[in-house]
């Protein structure tokens, strides 16, 4: 089934045109005071959806209130298209070891044709960033995790305090993720809000995300991703990478952010890659229609990331970075130099495009420019508060 025609049956579905089977979690047993062990009620409601061959799809539904339930583990292929949608709370077991030693706290596998509507999920991450930041030897960590799922619609979903990555998509075709909310600490490590890896034609809509790391970070493989409407801040702002930490690695293409908003966020539009030989590529990126409000570093690609600076040959990367355009891009830097291209030696860095791009300091200042390895450049803008190309310049 085609994406678009997928969706159309969802929205069919919402009006009431078509009536699904329903499986209330309740009626499975499970209880509805965030006190009692709700797994298995879920896990049953699952089998019996996933089970059902009505023709007409299935529900499982989610009534108001709180319901604690460990890692769990819901797998396909199903039978017809399964809709999860919820009015309560999802929360975590304690202690983090109820979840945290299996990767995963919520786990969609292998399933077509599913959408997760409504709710609030929280992972009670607290305990689990404060064993991590003490050093100690602590649980994997818990994620919401959709892998080799196609046909995906989340949609009003609220994700609190996630242990680790709040909302993974890993090997997905054709995934909307609308109107989510993500919400985490500052300093909360590790909770990137949306990590998008291996996927192909995911969209990002509508979604608000403040977390501690990337409000949405991109991973190997990942093609004709757009993001449109997203508010991210604070956090680490939306992030291809880190990429070639490994030699053979797929590459990212196709990817689209637009009409976006960051806000106090310590990077706005970044590419990472690790300083070592790789054979993988990013190209193909639009920027578009893009506010920085106190961000300290609004543009910035990193080629030289290599912590401890340990097994990074030559520091130079073999991530070939090409066609990358930045089209009205406006608004406040909180740091002097607005934009970096620090790209690698051995590939630098081509086709970078600036048109309309409009950075301040302090509200007054324009913000300055550093350059480092670009091959090329098509187009610059030289506006008020555009700082001029220092084309192979030196911090």
């Known amino acids: 089934m085609g994406k678009c025609t997928y969706?159309?049956?969802?929205?069919?579905?919402?009006?009431?045109?078509?009536?699904?089977?329903?499986?209330?979690?309740?009626?499975?047993?499970?209880?509805?005071?965030?006190?009692?062990?709700?797994?298995?009620?879920?896990?049953a409601a699952w089998t019996s959806a996933c089970s059902s061959s009505s023709?007409?799809?299935?529900?499982?539904?989610?009534?108001?209130?709180?319901?604690?339930?460990k890692a769990a583990e819901f797998r396909g292929p199903c039978n017809d298209r399964i809709d999860v949608r919820?009015?309560?709370?999802?929360?975590?077991?304690p202690p983090i070891e109820a979840s945290g030693n299996s990767g995963y706290w919520i786990l969609f596998i292998k399933v077509d044709r599913l959408s997760v509507i409504g709710g609030t999920l929280d992972a009670k991450g607290a305990s689990f960033w404060e064993c991590r930041n003490s050093g100690q030897n602590c649980p994997t960590g818990a994620r919401i995790t959709f892998n080799w799922a196609n046909d995906v619609l989340i949609d009003g979903l609220t994700s609190i305090n996630s242990q680790q990555m709040h909302l993974v998509i890993n090997s997905c075709n054709n995934v909307m993720?609308?109107?989510?909310?993500?919400?985490?600490?500052?300093?909360?490590?590790?909770?990137?809000?949306?990590?998008?890896?291996?996927?192909?034609?995911?969209?990002?809509?509508?979604?608000?995300?403040?977390?501690?790391?990337?409000c949405i970070s991109i991973g190997p493989g990942t093609t004709n991703l757009l993001m449109d409407n997203i508010q991210c801040g604070p956090g680490h702002g939306v992030s291809i990478g880190s990429l070639g930490r490994n030699f053979n690695e797929v590459g990212v293409q196709n990817v689209t952010l637009r009409n976006s908003i960051f806000s106090g966020s310590e990077n706005g539009l970044r590419i990472k890659t690790w300083a070592r030989p790789s054979n993988g590529f990013v190209r193909n990126i639009q920027y578009q229609n893009i506010v920085m409000n106190n961000?300290?570093?609004?543009?910035?690609?990193?080629?030289?990331?290599?912590?401890?600076?340990?097994?990074?040959?030559?520091?130079?990367?073999?991530?070939?970075?090409?066609?990358?355009?930045?089209?009205?891009?406006?608004?406040?830097?909180?740091?002097?130099?607005?934009?970096?291209?620090?790209?690698?030696?051995?590939?630098?860095?081509?086709?970078?495009?600036?048109?309309?791009?409009?950075?301040?300091?302090?509200?007054?200042?324009?913000?300055?420019?550093?350059?480092?390895?670009?091959?090329?450049?098509?187009?610059?803008?030289?506006?008020r508060g555009v700082h001029n190309w220092f084309i192979g310049a030196r911090r």
């Open 177 to 214: 993720v609308h109107n989510v909310k993500i919400i985490a600490p500052e300093l909360s490590p590790n909770t990137d809000g949306i990590h998008v890896q291996s996927s192909t034609g995911v969209i990002i809509t509508e979604s608000e995300i403040q977390t501690g790391d990337d």
């Open 55 to 69: 023709g007409w799809g299935s529900t499982i539904y989610v009534p108001m209130g709180v319901y604690m339930i």
């Open 7 to 43: 969706f159309i049956s969802i929205i069919v579905s919402l009006l009431g045109i078509v009536e699904a089977v329903t499986y209330n979690v309740i009626h499975f047993g499970a209880k509805p005071d965030g006190k009692t062990d709700a797994t298995l009620a879920f896990l």
């Open 295 to 383: 961000v300290e570093n609004p543009i910035i690609i990193d080629q030289n990331y290599c912590p401890n600076n340990l097994s990074c040959p030559a520091q130079s990367s073999g991530i070939k970075i090409e066609e990358v355009r930045y089209e009205n891009i406006k608004g406040t830097s909180a740091t002097q130099v607005g934009m970096i291209f620090d790209c690698s030696p051995s590939n630098p860095c081509s086709g970078i495009t600036l048109q309309d791009v409009q950075l301040t300091y302090m509200n007054t200042t324009k913000a300055l420019s550093f350059c480092n390895n670009i091959g090329a450049s098509t187009k610059s803008s030289s506006k």
């Open 86 to 93: 919820i009015d309560g709370t999802l929360v975590a077991a």
